[in-house]
């Protein structure tokens, strides 16, 4: 899953409200999660992925995304859970999206990667394909079950082979074997470094309050408007933060939504462009502004954005009347 690509930093309360958002939610790209299953079962994991789980997109959906956001030019990210278990798949979706004029990159946890040398004849396979961009991930929880230099491995085999490259690096508080993996991958020419924040969604809402930086978290969403299709076909407002919100809630997919939908369904509510761009804790006071029955927020602090994204996004479904359970 390709969570983690933005930098997710606490940061401190602005000294002013500001105005509400003008016009709608801006729509970056688009991730499909190909699979949920994956060769690990990482604790933190934004999309509950495993060795056993079953959920597969279906490579007609797949196709008809792509032809979707290829008529919106929206960038393409194939993802999962682990997208390179079905890489007959990805390759032929990578191919498309380039023939239809869109760029594409693929999220992976590298387990493929054993050696420099197997790494890059993957890499060389993806990029034939069209494939542009290698968005990799590691740290603690990840190297339990992929070693780290695997993912090492993949960056180097990327860079060699013309392809961008990122790393996420989910980071604890403190967290000294992430800030070692940082400073070797930076060393690698070309490749970006990413360490963050770890995020309170999926698997990892079950982890201990020391594992994030929690605080009063008032700033805007970068990771809004990055839309992901499950592989059952809902459309999601952001990556992986609303994968676990009811079905009503405003970041959440629907079933019976194709993507041309969920997208005018997204812009046209403003609290989604006020989170995109003054965060969720002011976009609850303008929330509150339209509709009295909107429960303000007694609280500030969370775990994680994607924390207070969600309390907020519950309570205006339920302000709605979508839903009556906040």
């Known amino acids: 899953m390709r969570d983690?690509?933005?930098?997710?930093?606490?940061?401190?309360?602005?000294?002013?409200?500001?105005?509400?958002?003008?016009?709608?939610l801006r729509i970056r790209n688009l991730t499909l999660l190909l699979t949920l299953q994956c060769p690990a079962t990482c604790l933190h994991c934004g999309t509950n992925s495993s060795p056993t789980h079953r959920a597969a997109m279906s490579p007609a959906l797949a196709r008809a995304a792509i032809?979707?956001?290829?008529?919106?030019?929206?960038?393409?990210?194939?993802?999962g859970g682990e997208p390179m278990l079905r890489p007959t798949l990805v390759l032929e979706l990578a191919q498309l999206a380039r023939a239809s004029g869109i760029a594409v990159a693929v999220s992976s946890n590298a387990y493929w990667a054993a050696d420099l040398r197997s790494a890059r004849a993957l890499v060389g396979r993806l990029a034939a394909a069209g494939v542009d961009?290698?968005?990799?991930?590691t740290d603690v929880f990840h190297a339990a079950f992929v070693p780290w230099r695997r993912v090492e491995h993949a960056a180097r085999a990327a860079r060699e082979l013309g392809l961008k490259c990122q790393i996420a690096l989910p980071s604890r508080p403190n967290d000294r074997f992430t800030k070692r993996l940082e400073r070797r991958f930076a060393a690698i020419d070309g490749v970006v470094v990413r360490r963050h924040p770890i995020s309170a969604?999926?698997?990892?809402?079950?982890?201990?309050?020391?594992?994030?930086?929690?605080?009063?978290?008032d700033r805007?969403?970068?990771?809004?408007?990055?839309?992901?299709?499950?592989?059952?076909?809902?459309?999601?407002?952001?990556?992986?933060?609303?994968?676990?919100?009811?079905?009503?809630?405003?970041?959440?997919?629907?079933s019976d939504e194709d993507l041309d939908a969920a997208?005018?369904?997204?812009q046209g509510d403003p609290l989604l462009r006020e989170i995109q761009e003054q965060g969720p804790l002011r976009a609850a006071v303008w929330e509150h502004g339209r509709r009295r029955d909107?429960?303000?927020?007694?609280?500030?602090?969370?775990?994680?954005?994607?924390?207070?994204?969600?309390?907020?996004?519950?309570?205006?479904?339920?302000?709605?009347?979508?839903?009556?359970?906040?």
């Open 294 to 326: 909107f429960v303000p927020l007694s609280v500030l602090a969370f775990p994680d954005l994607c924390s207070a994204c969600r309390c907020v996004c519950v309570r205006a479904a339920v302000a709605r009347g979508q839903f009556s359970d906040a």
């Open 201 to 217: 969604t999926g698997r990892a809402r079950e982890l201990p309050a020391a594992m994030f930086e929690a605080g009063v978290h």
């Open 263 to 266: 997208i005018a369904r997204f």
């Open 67 to 79: 032809f979707a956001a290829a008529r919106r030019n929206l960038p393409l990210v194939l993802s």
């Open 133 to 137: 961009a290698l968005l990799l991930s």
């Open 220 to 254: 805007a969403c970068d990771t809004i408007g990055e839309l992901a299709i499950l592989p059952d076909g809902r459309v999601l407002a952001c990556c992986a933060g609303s994968i676990d919100l009811p079905s009503a809630a405003p970041l959440s997919g629907r």
């Open 4 to 24: 983690g690509h933005q930098p997710m930093v606490a940061g401190a309360p602005n000294e002013t409200l500001g105005a509400p958002a003008a016009g709608m």
